[in-house]
């Protein structure tokens, strides 16, 4: 991807210092900020896909589609529901509890991975790989300096540990029965109508299906696998031989276990 750094429009001092540091590391030029001069005119006059800044708020990526950033989205709202005792698929797919090894396969926004990390507990281990660059430094950064107003969910999220590679890649590494349950949430096959928050995300996420190859990894990995999917028919050719979801559901998980 064809990116480059700067700075937000009242960025100085230690923000400046970081974008140069973050330029430095990727290995992409730094962008000087004009006075008045906006992201988009950047984009088009560095022909580029998209631009890092650093943000007051924490590191924010712009594209053509919009501006990008770090957030928790219903993981806030999961965990109170979690807490007032009401069901959650995920947790029930995976069937989480305290102690359990889990790897998220593909990190994202980190919401599954927090969840995840709080029910597991502090005896347990939630690893997350994510194979886009951008995305995996925002969200790497948004969960080492987050702070949630509740401090289960802050602490959640803080013992996350993410990796920046495909799900395939760390998974070579991986001894046998490393994970208790390996966890996919790849990016859907047909963008969802009308999710225009999500947009942004696109042009900066990894899109690539999962492979049998991978599938295969991941049982030696793990004794269960669950992968999250709109499609039943697109669950049972990845091999799931159990369904969790009701028939007109928009969300469903397939599992496949060793």
Known sequence: MRFAVTVGRKGSGDLLEAAKSWAEHFGVPYLERASKGSLEELLRQHNLEAIL???????????????FFYHLGMAVLRLQRLKNNEHDHFASA???????RVL????????????ASYLVGEE????GTEASLLLHFVVEKGLRAYEAE?????????????VQATAEQYLESCEADSFD????DPMFRYPVQGSSA???????AY??????????????AAPKIVIKERSEKILREYGCTEILGRRYSRIKFGIIRR
Do not use: H
Not at 124 to 127: I, S, T
Not at 181 to 184: A, E, K, L, T
Not at 198 to 204: F, H, K, N, S
Not at 207 to 220: C, V
């Open 53 to 67: 800044v650093a943000t007051a708020d924490g590191p924010q990526i712009y594209n053509k589609e919009g501006t």
């Open 94 to 100: 995976l069937e989480l509890k305290e102690g359990m």
């Open 104 to 115: 998220d396969g593909t990190l994202g926004l980190a919401g599954d991975a927090a969840i």
């Open 124 to 127: 347990g281990r939630v690893v």
């Open 150 to 162: 509740d401090c289960d969910l802050t602490k959640a999220l803080r013992r996350i540990t993410t």
């Open 181 to 184: 349950v390996v966890y996919f």
């Open 198 to 204: 999500m947009e942004p995300l696109r042009p900066v």
């Open 207 to 220: 899109e690539k299906p999962l492979n049998q190859r991978t599938l295969a990894l991941a049982l030696k």
